[in-house]
């Protein structure tokens, strides 16, 4: 009985480790999103400049913009 529980508490740990990675992996791949989404409107904004600035004004950054 002893040697059940010590491998049920080591599955949950594992279990425990893994989500938290996950979790990680997931906000890193956001943060590498977004920072990819800035150096990109800055080339942008070089490239078009005033033009795109009216184009980002009109849409959304990560998301579309909803009007009502």
């Not at 999103?33 to 009109?58: A, P, Q, W």
């Amino acid at each position: 009985l002893a040697q059940e529980q010590g491998l049920h508490y080591r599955l949950n740990f594992i279990v425990v480790v893994a989500e938290y990675l996950r979790q990680r992996r997931n906000h890193i791949r956001f943060y590498i999103s977004v920072n990819l989404v800035i150096n990109e409107e800055k080339m942008m904004l070089d490239e078009f400049g005033e033009k795109y600035r009216e184009y980002m004004n009109e849409t959304g950054r990560l998301l579309p913009k909803f009007t009502v």
